[in-house]
Nanobody
Framework: QVLLVESGGGLVQAGGSLRLSCRAS????????LGWFRQAPGKEREFVSA????????FYTDSVKGRFTISRDNAKNAVYLQMNNLKPDDTALYYC??????????????????WGQGTQVTVSS
């Protein structure tokens, strides 16, 4: 069974940066995609970014392109989300998740079957 633990959230001013980490444990992840989603109060959970564990192909939602960078460290079973130039609209609970998907399918929460507990990101204006 895969276990995911996120860290790195916090309070930051607009324009600042944070780096989220997701440590994974469990079976081999070579066929998996690891994704980041976020959910703000009163809103649905939305896709942020994803990366294929084996090939390192990455995906981003339009609103974070050019500001966020996803990366992985296979040796540490970790995925990172570097978030720069943060905006108040980025405020949300951020989750990492593991699943099998490709292309646009990786933007859907239903493609992921294991989720972490979330880490809060708050961006003040």
């Amino acid at each position: 069974q895969v276990l995911l633990v996120e860290s790195g959230g916090g309070l930051v001013q607009a324009g600042g940066s944070l780096r989220l980490s997701c440590r994974a444990s469990g079976p081999s992840f070579s066929r998996y995609v690891l994704g980041w989603f976020r959910q703000a109060p009163g809103k649905e959970r939305e896709f942020v970014s994803a990366i294929s564990w084996l090939a390192g192909h990455s995906f981003y939602t339009d609103s974070v392109k050019g500001r966020f960078t996803i990366s992985r460290d296979n040796a540490k079973n970790a995925v990172y989300l570097q978030m720069n130039n943060l905006k108040p609209d980025d405020t949300a609970l951020y989750y990492c998740a593991v699943g099998y998907c490709s292309g646009d399918g990786c933007h859907k929460a239903s493609s992921y079957d294991t989720w972490g507990q979330g880490t809060q990101v708050t961006v003040s204006s």
